[in-house]
């Protein structure tokens, strides 16, 4: 399964499944990473421990342990 | 009059505190919400006849139980008594702020949308057909833009007016899906003429999302029979349509999609070129390789303002605190009396007072940092690095604070949320030298490494004690403070011309916070210090040298005696005893009497190690880190490892009693703080003695 951990910087993806537990899945709902809503991944830091992604006009940085849990399909 | 209270409520960066300024020029009241270290800030002002009181609430971006300041707005909004909502909306960022929107609309209560930021929506070509937004939420919504004050007498206006309308309940609009099970158990009620105290529609709602007070009560009524299958059929239902079956996440969902059918209705975009100075701003910030020197550099800048600017009016301030005790001396003479304002009290307070122009300036750049939405950035540089420490990005925010004050740098750690990482967190910042701990430093390394090498060896302690820290926080990490990390999700917020105004109200605002906080403790504690060193008094001895000192020939001679004097005073009070008891604890780190009564005084206040220190080698208290005598003094009477093991003692015990107090406060407990004693002293008890022996062994 891919998800948003795998993913180049620039290259935009639709969520299929946020595995998370209900805290982390509630906050990431409230910037809009929900299911089926588009994400572009922005920048990574340095080797690739946060990353950025872009959903709607918002830009959001999480951990990779917590980008591994969203599944994600090619658009 | 009429008193109207409003619940100012939005997401993070939104420009609420912003609006706040805005609307009223009378001075924001801050406080903190009762029990929990979360500011709370409040304006009240007289329009048209009526006494408006608007509460900002923390920054929330929904209201489930995520963070401090998410509870601590969810409480608010349902237990407190408040007139009317006013949600503030950013108008370019329209749909993920709506569905906080939908979240406040189920409290049903009076509410105005804000849509702020608008000039900033009009230049990226966005076009927002408010009163249509107003006809879906079924609540007004204004235009405003907090910076250019566009629109805020328009807000204001509408809030007295709608204040005076009969409030008709707010109105959601699900989807088909949930609309239709609402209309069977409405009908329902209907038919049975159930007499209940809510809206038909919004006891329905309550059942279908499983709300346990509503069960409770309906649990009792005789038609809950009836009603039962009908709730069960619905829930039914949803979970076949939602294909899950936690409720909470299928009201998420519909939110989420009204939310989004809002804003794609009422939001045209014109041209809608999203500006991207942003991403092009953050290229270079948050580069790759660029990133984080730049981040040093700036850094690094703001601690040159910090102690090189502060250091001009700390001055001023050293002279007058001076000058003042000279002169509560002339009133109150120079007994007891005298010396406890003198002495005691005025030195004290003083002692507080002298760090103002630090913390003010270090405040500036941090609140700069923060509006701009720089700190973000840096957290996002820094996580990778602190994460494998065991803390958390915003960890840096708090830990570099601590270079300047313990105080503020623990009164920072409030933006982690994670109870375990905001302690890992506050239980490190003391390994953070804070400005307080350098005229030690200075008059250590100033005495034994010379002018030359003073700098490099200052620069290598300020290292040594934050690599000390990070290593402390895994062992915090892995022994102590077991447990899930706290997940890292953080808006990225765009970049913003920061408001003056704004910035210029944080710092006054933590300016007397810390004066309030940090003044009043200290004072108690200088007190107590000044009581600790001048008792028990020993008249014969006092006697026997004021003859000796009324004998001596020269000038000289009498001041050497006098010094000769104060040193035996203290040897002989309580804390000279306390000093010579405990000295054994501290022979295995090569401390004397004198350096361990010292620390035991900065325990107080950190720069009253080097008062201490004159005082015992006899110099007189009137000495400072540059004074020439007391350096030669220390370079003569104290071996090189001593000196070693003291410098490394004093970076790693605890900061001071004022940051002790904001500590306990902080973390919640005066449990915690017994347990930071416990640690900060151990700790820095194994080092010193490591330091020492080693130093030994290569002497």
Not at chain 1, 9 to 31: H, P, T
Not at chain 2, 22 to 39: A, H, K, P, Q, Y
Not at chain 2, 130 to 158: D, F, M, W
Not at chain 2, 250 to 267: H, P, R, S, V
């Amino acid at each position: 399964m891919v998800t948003l951990a795998d993913l180049k910087a620039g290259e935009s993806v639709k969520i299929i499944n946020v595995k998370a537990d209900k805290d982390l899945k509630q906050r990431l709902g409230s910037f809009g990473v929900r299911k089926n809503s588009i994400v572009k991944v922005v920048n990574h830091s340095i080797a690739k421990s946060t990353i950025e992604i872009e959903v709607a006009t918002t830009k959001i940085a999480l951990r990779a342990q917590e980008a591994k849990e969203i599944e994600v399909e090619a658009l | 009059m009429k008193q109207l209270n409003i619940a100012l409520v939005g997401q993070p960066n939104v420009g609420k505190s912003m609006l706040i300024n805005s609307i009223s020029d009378s001075r924001l009241r801050v406080g903190n919400f009762s029990g929990v270290t979360v500011e709370k800030a409040e304006v009240s002002f007289d329009f048209h006849g009526v006494s408006i009181r608007i509460i900002d609430l923390p920054g929330t971006y929904s209201l489930n139980d995520y963070t401090q300041d998410e509870r601590v707005t969810k409480e608010f909004l349902e237990n407190e008594d408040y007139d009317m909502i006013i949600n503030v909306v950013d108008a370019t960022n329209l749909e993920r702020n709506l569905f906080l929107t939908t979240q406040l609309l189920e409290f049903n209560k009076k509410m105005i949308v804000a849509l702020n930021m608008m000039d900033e929506a009009k230049k990226e070509g966005m076009c927002i057909n408010e009163e249509q937004l107003g006809n879906i939420l079924g609540v007004p919504c204004v235009k405003v833009s907090a910076a250019t004050k566009q629109g805020v007498g328009k807000l204001v206006n509408r809030i007295v007016d709608f204040s005076n309308f009969d409030f008709e309940g707010t109105k959601l609009i699900y989807s088909e899906v949930v609309e239709e099970e609402i209309r069977n158990i409405v009908e329902f009620l209907e038919e049975k003429n159930f007499d209940s105290k809510l809206d038909y529609r919004v006891l329905a709602l309550k059942l279908l999302q499983e709300d346990k007070s509503t069960y409770k009560k309906m649990h009792d009524e005789p038609i809950w029979i009836e009603l039962l299958p009908i709730i069960r059929e619905a829930l039914n239902h949803l979970y076949l349509h939602y294909n899950t079956k936690n409720i909470d996440e299928i009201f998420d969902e519909e939110k989420a999609a009204f939310a989004k059918g809002a804003a794609l209705e009422t939001l045209e975009c014109s041209t809608c070129k999203s500006i991207n100075t942003t991403e092009k701003v953050d290229s270079v910030l948050i580069h790759k390789i660029f990133g984080i020197p730049i981040f040093l550099f700036l850094m690094w800048g703001l601690f040159q303002l910090t102690f090189e600017v502060g250091s001009i009016p700390m001055d001023w301030i050293d002279a007058f605190f001076i000058s003042l005790g000279e002169y509560a001396k002339t009133i109150f003479g120079d007994g007891a009396l005298g010396s406890l304002i003198a002495d005691g009290a005025i030195a004290g307070v003083g002692a507080v007072v002298l760090f103002l122009p630090n913390i003010v300036i270090l405040f500036f750049g941090i609140a700069l940092l923060e509006t701009t939405g720089y700190m973000s950035r840096v957290a996002f540089l820094l996580d990778g690095f602190f994460h494998k420490f065991g803390l958390h990005g915003k960890s840096f925010i708090p830990l570099v604070t601590g270079f300047g004050c313990s105080v503020p740098a623990y009164m920072s750690a409030r933006t982690l949320k994670n109870d375990k990482d905001r302690l890992i967190t506050l239980f490190i910042i003391g390994f953070m030298s804070c400005g307080a701990k350098l005229p030690v430093y200075v008059l250590f390394a100033g005495a034994f490494f010379g002018p030359e090498k003073a700098g490099n060896v200052l620069f290598a302690i300020y290292i040594i004690g934050a690599i000390l820290g990070l290593i402390a926080a895994k062992i915090l990490k892995v022994f102590v403070f077991k447990g899930k990390d706290e997940p890292f999700v953080m808006e990225m917020p765009k970049y913003r011309m920061p408001s003056f105004k704004l910035i210029w109200h944080t710092v006054v605002t933590k300016a007397l916070m810390y004066l309030k906080k940090a003044g009043t403790f200290i004072l108690a504690a200088s007190v107590l210090i000044w009581f600790a060193s001048n008792y028990p008094k020993n008249e014969e001895l006092i006697g026997s040298f004021e003859t000796k000192i009324q004998l001596a020939v020269s000038d000289e001679e009498k001041t050497s005696l006098e010094n000769e004097l104060k040193k035996a005073k203290l040897e002989a009070s309580y804390l000279g005893i306390v000093g010579k008891a405990t000295e054994p604890l501290f022979a295995p780190l090569g401390f004397d009497w004198r350096m361990t009564v010292a620390l035991e005084t900065g325990l107080a206040a950190k720069e009253v190690v080097v008062s201490t220190l004159g005082v015992l080698y006899a110099l007189g208290d009137e000495v400072d880190e540059g004074n020439g005598s007391l350096m030669e003094e220390i370079r003569k009477n104290i071996p090189f490892a001593s000196a070693v093991s003291f410098i490394f003692f004093v970076m790693i015990y605890l900061p001071c009693f004022a940051a002790s107090i904001v500590f306990a406060k902080e973390s919640g407990s005066y449990k915690y703080l017994a347990y930071l004693f416990v640690f900060t002293t151990s700790v820095a008890w194994i080092i010193s003695f490591i330091a020492y022996r080693i130093t030994l062994m290569l002497l």
